[in-house]
């Protein structure tokens, strides 16, 4: 058992690499031609060509990584406890103990509005992606300026069917597209409108143990 490598001959080699868990591998390929192995517990290889890292020592520490994608700064980690970025050399992490929203990632894409959105098991975050560069380069969580899209909202329902993939996609339309448990949604960044008045109020009588009193009258009451 291990991970293996398939020539273009059709041979099969044996990679060097072990778990100090011995836990199975999941792997990942990144445009740039490498796979990330990772296994549970935190260890983690990046394999190029023959060249072999060992990331076990530096890992985001985001706990169990559940996606890579690629970004202008480098690679993006999603993880069961945080977002990371990782930019050629080091990792700058987020962690969801400093920004609980960010609980199981399961997806993030970027829309031609200039926004990141990214998929947890709160729901979905909206976040301008220089924000979001920013606060990763920065590894401050509190810094994050999102707006949380939830089933109050009308998302029908939690991440589903992402495994080591993402749960989040940008169509050619600009329409981002979300797998929930309850199917497929999508937003349009373009026709998404937010009143940011809050609605006006009435106060039509005020009650008491004792009474009630129209609000139409001036009212006097006593102390206490």
Same mark, same amino acid.
């Given at each position: 058992?291990?991970? $293996?490598? @398939?020539?273009?001959? *059709?041979?099969?080699?044996?990679?060097?690499? @072990?778990?100090?868990?011995?836990?199975?591998?999941?792997?990942?390929?990144?445009?740039?031609?490498?796979?990330?192995?990772?296994?549970?517990?935190?260890?983690?290889?990046?394999?190029?060509?023959?060249?072999?890292?060992?990331?076990?020592?530096?890992?985001?520490?985001?706990?169990?990584?559940?996606?890579?994608?690629?970004?202008?700064? *480098?690679?993006?980690?999603?993880?069961? /406890?945080?977002?990371?970025?990782?930019?050629?050399?080091?990792?700058?992490?987020?962690?969801?103990?400093?920004?609980?929203?960010?609980?199981?990632?399961?997806?993030?894409?970027?829309?031609? =509005?200039?926004?990141?959105?990214?998929?947890?098991?709160?729901?979905?975050?909206?976040?301008?992606?220089?924000?979001?560069?920013?606060?990763?380069?920065?590894?401050?969580?509190?810094?994050?300026?999102?707006?949380?899209? =939830?089933?109050?909202? /009308?998302?029908?329902?939690?991440? $589903?069917?992402?495994?080591?993939?993402?749960?989040?996609?940008? /169509?050619?339309?600009?329409?981002?597209?979300?797998?929930?448990?309850?199917?497929?949604?999508?937003?349009?960044?373009?026709?998404? $409108?937010?009143?940011?008045?809050?609605?006006?109020?009435?106060?039509?009588?005020?009650?008491?143990? =004792?009474?009630? $009193?129209?609000?139409?009258?001036?009212?006097?009451?006593?102390?206490?």
């Amino acid at each position: 058992m291990g991970v $293996y490598r @398939r020539s273009r001959e *059709g041979a099969w080699k044996s990679i060097d690499i @072990r778990s100090k868990y011995a836990a199975t591998a999941v792997l990942i390929p990144t445009p740039d031609g490498s796979v990330w192995a990772r296994y549970s517990g935190g260890t983690l290889f990046r394999l190029k060509g023959d060249a072999i890292e060992d990331f076990s020592g530096s890992d985001p520490r985001i706990g169990d990584i559940t996606l890579i994608r690629p970004h202008a700064q *480098g690679l993006i980690f999603g993880g069961e /406890g945080g977002l990371s970025l990782f930019d050629g050399r080091k990792f700058h992490s987020l962690s969801a103990l400093d920004e609980p929203v960010l609980n199981v990632v399961t997806g993030i894409s970027q829309s031609k =509005d200039g926004s990141t959105w990214i998929f947890t098991q709160a729901g979905v975050l909206r976040l301008q992606t220089e924000n979001l560069t920013s606060a990763l380069l920065n590894s401050d969580a509190k810094s994050l300026r999102y707006q949380l899209i =939830d089933s109050r909202d /009308g998302l029908p329902g939690a991440p $589903y069917g992402a495994v080591y993939g993402s749960s989040v996609a940008t /169509g050619s339309d600009g329409r981002v597209w979300f797998t929930t448990g309850q199917g497929l949604a999508w937003i349009d960044p373009n026709n998404l $409108y937010r009143n940011p008045l809050a609605p006006p109020l009435d106060i039509l009588s005020l009650s008491t143990p =004792d009474r009630e $009193y129209s609000a139409k009258s001036a009212l006097a009451l006593a102390a206490g």
